[in-house]
């Protein structure tokens, strides 16, 4: 079965960076829409980033200019690399995949999903 695996995540202060990275499995990875999701707690999961075979990339308003995702096809691997790290990007980071030729913001598209990984930044 389809494998999604989040690593990356840690404890950072602010203005520090992370690299989240998600390595897919047993799919084809370049038909997939890749994006990356999180959920602070007591809030909804929300999209942040997602990036297309083409590689077209969207991302959420709040993470423009600081957060950046890119997908190696040769290694079935999305990233998102995280700048000035704020403490309301503290959530679990979670790796999706649609199999999609266009980005869409909602999770219910989204056909498979990774575990979480824990992003905290500390101020």
């Known amino acids: 079965q389809v494998q999604l695996v989040e690593s990356g995540g840690g404890l950072v202060q602010v203005g520090g960076s992370l690299r989240l990275s998600c390595a897919a499995s047993?799919?084809?990875?370049?038909?997939?829409?890749m994006a990356w999701f999180r959920q602070a707690p007591g809030k909804q999961r929300e999209f942040v980033a997602g990036?297309?075979?083409?590689?077209?990339?969207y991302y959420i308003d709040s993470v423009k200019g600081r957060f950046t995702i890119s997908r190696d096809n040769a290694k079935n691997t999305v990233y998102l690399q995280m700048n000035s790290l704020k403490p309301e990007d503290t959530a679990v980071y979670y790796c999706?995949?649609?199999?999609?030729?266009?980005?869409?913001?909602?999770?219910?598209?989204?056909?498979?999903w990774g575990q979480g990984t824990q992003v905290t930044v500390s101020s």
């Open positions: 990036v297309s075979w083409a590689p077209f990339t």
């Open positions: 999706a995949a649609d199999r999609s030729r266009m980005i869409v913001t909602s999770q219910n598209e989204y056909d498979y």
């Open positions: 047993r799919l084809i990875f370049s038909n997939y829409v």
